[in-house]
């Protein structure tokens, strides 16, 4: 299943009046099946879950699900794809609200990091776990999106520290990542305290 494919299948028909009722119920109940889909992969491993139990976790029949997907796999695509173009969207947007101030955009880029680690740990475990059971072209375009989003890292530390190599502060990228993106699954520390004790950490490693 290519890319292509998933996002044909999976996206809303639009609607030339705006969204009705319909659509706003198909879209909720997409969104449905993509949160339950994160959590039973993320628990059991993409390859140990059926379409029926993932209907049935949302509260739709298996055979529904086709009304969203067309198979199990674009699932897999529309969660890891979207939640890549969503990192990316957002840290651009991060970076334009700071305008040229790098170490505020420094700062919002940690700040966006940790809230979407909170709130999507089921997907990064999704993404540790299943990245390979993506068809090649989709996980070429995840693989896209988050080369470009490490980018936009690497240009806001290199206004930081211009004497300092790319290649370093990429380094110092993935090293923040890693930071992030573990903590969620074992801290049991709350969220507001678990969110200020990585941003501290964060900014500390990406500019000691």
């Known amino acids: 299943m290519s890319m292509t494919d998933a996002r044909a299948a999976a996206a809303p028909e639009p609607t030339p009046g705006g969204a009705t009722a319909r659509d706003r119920a198909k879209a909720e109940r997409r969104a449905a099946l993509l949160s339950a889909a994160a959590r039973l992969f993320a628990e059991r491993g993409f390859p140990r879950v059926s379409l029926d139990e993932l209907g ?5 029949s298996g055979p529904a699900v086709y009304k969203h997907f067309v198979s199990k796999q674009s699932v897999l695509a529309a969660i890891l794809v979207e939640a890549s173009e969503g990192l990316l969207a957002g840290g651009r947007a991060v970076i334009g609200a700071a305008g040229a101030d790098a170490r505020a955009a420094l700062e919002g880029l940690v700040a966006f990091h940790v809230d979407f680690a909170l709130s999507n740990a089921d997907v990064i475990r ?83």
């Open 126 to 208: 999704v993404q540790d776990h299943d990245l390979d059971s993506l068809a090649d072209d989709d996980r070429h375009a995840v693989r896209a999106l988050q080369r470009q989003y490490v980018e936009l890292w690497v240009d806001v530390l290199a206004r930081l520290r211009p004497a300092e190599a790319r290649v370093a502060l990429r380094t110092r990228a993935h090293a923040c990542f890693g930071l992030i993106n573990s903590t969620p699954h074992s801290s049991r520390a709350g969220a507001r305290v678990t969110r200020s004790i990585l941003e501290a950490m964060a900014l500390a490693a990406l500019t000691a």
């Open 56 to 60: 049935a976790a949302a509260g739709v």
